[in-house]
C-alpha cells in the first residue's frame, strides 16, 4: 500500500483505526480498539549511511532486516530495543519507546531518532527532523513518537542515529543481595567505568563493560568478580533484551495466574522496594521490574514513595490503568497534543489512558 493510499484511508476513516504491525506488543498498554491498519507493506531500508552514522526504515521494516545491515558494517541500535521474538518492527519500536539494558549508558530510542515521516489524522505526509542530531530547523516532534503508542499519527518512515559495535565487553558476576547490588551501582556510577548494562536478580548482580581494549581490561581489574565467557553470557543479555529470560518467562507464567508485571521507573539511589514477589533490576537500579499479586493501589503508592511512577507491564486485567494516572495540567496537555494531531480522534484510541 503506498503512501497515497493510506492518506486516503485515513482521511475516508469513519471509524477508530488501529495501527499494527505484527502486534508483538499488543499486550502492552491499554487494549488495542479499532479496524486494523496494517504497516507491514511498507518494508524496506531507504537510506543507510554507515560513515555518517545513520539509517533509514519504512515503518513496518523488521528489526531483524535493520540490525543485520548494520551488523554487517560493525554498528548497531545501541539502545537495544526489544524484539519480541523477532516480531518487532521499526515502527512499531518507536512507537512503544521501549529501550534495552543499554538505555541507562547509552540513551533510549527517543534519544537516537533522528526524524521521522508520518501522516496525521487529516491524511496528511508530514515530515519532521533530519538525518543528524544538532537539528535546529523548529520543533523537535519526532521524538514526541517515541512512546506515544501510534496515537498522534500512522508512522512511515524514521531515521536513527547508530553507533559502532564496541572493541571489547566483557560480562562480570558478583554475589550480591538487592540492597548491596543497589548500594555498588551507585557507587559504581559515579565514577569513569565503562558499563554498558547491569541486571541484578536472584542474588547475583551482572555487570557488563564496553569499550576500548584498555578501559575494559582496567576495569575488569579493578572491580574484581568472575568473568563470564562470553557464549556463556550473550544468550542471558539477548533474552533479557527481548524479555525472553528465565526471570520474563516466569513473569508470564505468574501473569496467567492473574499476578501483574509491573515496570518501575526509579530514582537509581531509591532503596530496596519491600515488594511481595520476584524483582529484577536493571538501568543501575532505575528500572525495576516486580511480579506480583500486589493490589495496584499498594504497588503505585510505595513507588510514590520513592520518587518514581510504575506501569502496569503484563496482566490480565488492567482495569487499574497501565500508566500512571496524569495530573489535570499533563491531562490538558495530553488532550491538545492529540487533538493537534489528530482532531478526529482516529488513531489508537485510548490506547495510552482509558477515554484519552
Not at 500512522?154 to 547490588?181: D, W
Not at 511512577?309 to 495530573?327: E, N, Q, W, Y
Request: include cysteine; glycine fraction near 12%; charged fraction near 20%.
Amino acid at each position: 500500500m503506498s503512501f497515497a493510499e493510506l492518506q486516503a484511508r485515513i482521511r475516508d476513516a469513519r471509524a477508530p483505526l488501529r495501527i499494527t504491525g505484527h502486534g508483538s506488543k499488543d499486550f502492552y498498554g491499554e487494549v488495542p480498539q479499532g479496524e486494523p491498519l496494517s504497516t507491514l507493506a511498507l518494508n524496506g531500508i531507504t537510506a543507510y549511511e554507515p560513515s555518517e552514522l545513520f539509517i533509514s526504515a519504512l515503518a513496518g521494516t523488521p528489526l531483524a532486516d535493520v540490525e543485520t545491515a548494520l551488523t554487517a558494517n560493525r554498528q548497531r541500535l545501541a539502545f537495544e530495543p526489544p524484539r519480541f521474538c523477532g516480531r518487532g518492527t521499526v515502527g512499531g519500536m518507536v512507537a512503544a519507546g521501549l529501550s534495552g539494558p543499554t538505555r541507562a549508558a547509552l540513551g533510549s530510542v527517543r534519544d537516537h531518532l533522528l526524524g521521522a515521516v508520518l501522516i496525521n489524522g487529516k491524511g496528511e505526509l508530514l515530515s519532521f527532523g533530519g538525518t543528524v542530531m544538532k537539528n535546529v530547523a523548529g520543533f523537535d516532534v519526532s521524538r514526541v513518537l517515541a512512546g506515544s503508542m501510534g496515537q498522534l499519527g500512522l508512522i512511515t518512515e524514521v531515521t536513527l542515529k547508530v553507533l559502532p559495535l564496541p572493541a571489547a565487553t566483557a560480562t562480570l558476576r558478583f554475589e550480591f543481595e538487592q540492597s548491596a547490588a543497589l548500594m555498588a551501582l551507585n557507587r559504581w556510577g559515579g565514577e569513569p567505568l565503562p558499563i554498558e548494562a547491569s541486571a541484578w536478580w536472584d542474588g547475583a548482580l551482572l555487570l557488563r563493560l564496553a569499550g576500548a581494549h584498555a578501559a575494559v581490561e582496567a576495569a575488569m581489574r579493578k572491580l574484581g568478580g568472575d568473568l563470564i565467557p562470553a557464549e556463556l553470557v550473550t544468550p542471558f543479555w539477548t533474552g533479557l533484551r527481548d524479555q525472553a529470560d528465565e526471570f520474563f518467562i516466569g513473569a508470564e507464567r505468574a501473569v496467567a495466574g492473574g499476578a501483574r508485571l509491573w515496570r518501575l521507573s526509579l530514582p537509581s539511589t531509591a532503596p530496596e522496594l519491600k515488594l511481595p514477589g520476584e524483582q529484577l533490576v536493571e538501568w543501575g537500579g532505575a528500572q525495576r521490574w516486580v511480579v506480583t499479586p500486589l493490589p495496584p493501589a499498594g504497588v503505585r503508592e510505595a513507588v510514590a514513595a520513592v520518587g518514581g511512577h510504575a506501569t502496569c507491564f503484563r496482566a490480565l486485567d488492567k482495569i487499574c490503568g497501565v500508566f500512571t494516572p496524569l495530573s489535570a495540567p499533563l491531562a490538558t496537555i495530553h488532550k491538545r497534543l492529540k487533538a493537534s494531531f489528530d482532531p478526529h480522534g482516529v488513531f489508537n484510541p485510548g490506547r495510552l489512558y482509558p477515554n484519552l
